[in-house]
C-alpha cells in the first residue's frame, strides 16, 4: 500500500485547506482510512477518519463541524476538507491505512499499518 498526502501550506485563522491522501496498491474495501497529525513537541493524534466501504466517518471532537473527511472511489483519494482553521490546528498531518479495523480502534494509530508522508499545515492567527 502506498499513501501520497499532498495539500498542507500556510492558512490564516479562519481560513480554509484540502489535504489529499492517494492510495494505491491494493482494493481498499475493508479498510479505514484517516488523518492523524502532529504538532512540535507533541503526540500524535487521531484528526478524522472513513470507512472505505460504507462511508461511515469519525471525528476528533475539537475538528467536529469545522472538517469534512471524504472519498473519491474513483480517483482512490481521500480529503480531508478543514476549514475555520485555528492556530492550534497547525500541525505535520498524516493519512493512513488499516485494513479491518474494529470501531472501537478507529482512532488508534497503532491499528493502522499503512502511513504516507506528512504534509505540514501552518495556521497563523
Known amino acids: 500500500v502506498q499513501l501520497q498526502a499532498s495539500g498542507g501550506g500556510l492558512a490564516q485563522a479562519g481560513g480554509s485547506l484540502r489535504l489529499s491522501c492517494a492510495a494505491s496498491?491494493?482494493?481498499?474495501?475493508?479498510?479505514?482510512l484517516g488523518w492523524f497529525r502532529q504538532a512540535p513537541g507533541k503526540e500524535r493524534e487521531f484528526v478524522a477518519a472513513?470507512?472505505?466501504?460504507?462511508?461511515?466517518?469519525y471525528y476528533l471532537d475539537s475538528v467536529k463541524g469545522r472538517f469534512t473527511i471524504s472519498r473519491d472511489n474513483a480517483k482512490n483519494t481521500v480529503y480531508l476538507q478543514m476549514n475555520s482553521l485555528k492556530p492550534e490546528d497547525t500541525a505535520v498531518y498524516y493519512c493512513?491505512?488499516?485494513?479491518?479495523?474494529?470501531?472501537?480502534?478507529?482512532?488508534?494509530?497503532?491499528?493502522?499499518?499503512?502511513w504516507g508522508q506528512g504534509t505540514l499545515v501552518t495556521v497563523s492567527s
Open positions: 496498491g491494493r482494493t481498499f474495501s475493508s479498510y479505514t
Open positions: 472513513i470507512r472505505w466501504s460504507a462511508g461511515f466517518t
Open positions: 493512513a491505512a488499516g485494513d479491518g479495523i474494529i470501531l472501537s480502534a478507529v482512532r488508534v494509530a497503532e491499528k493502522y499499518g499503512f
